[in-house]
Nanobody, 115 residues
């Protein structure tokens, strides 16, 4: 059984930082494309960042230079370091694992950026 468990969300002031974690079981994150998505109230889910099995990374334009995705194969965990947070980053953040026709989602962790 595959599980992706996100953690690290919460309330942070504008300009602050958070680090999200996605702990995987049932799969090896090293062979999947691992992504972070977010969904704000009333909006569609959007891709924030992805790291491929080869280690390449890609980011949404809105988070480039502020967010960093990384992977720890030994811990089978993917991270999203979020710096210089803005109110518009407020959303539920979801972890995703994709490989060929297989897709898995976590339950999401909420992030609120507000003063």
């Amino acid at each position: 059984q595959v599980q992706l468990v996100e953690s690290g969300g919460g309330l942070v002031q504008p300009g602050g930082s958070l680090r999200l974690s996605c702990a995987a079981s049932g799969i090896f994150v090293s062979v999947y494309a691992m992504g972070w998505y977010r969904q704000a109230p009333g909006k569609q889910r959007e891709l924030v960042a992805v790291i491929t099995s080869g280690g390449s990374t890609n980011y949404a334009d809105s988070v480039k230079g502020r967010f960093t995705i990384s992977r720890d194969n030994a811990k089978n965990t993917v991270y999203l370091q979020m710096n210089s947070l803005k109110p518009e980053d407020t959303a539920v953040y979801y972890c995703n694992a994709a490989r060929r026709d297989l897709y898995y989602w976590g339950q999401g962790t909420p992030v609120t950026v507000s003063s």
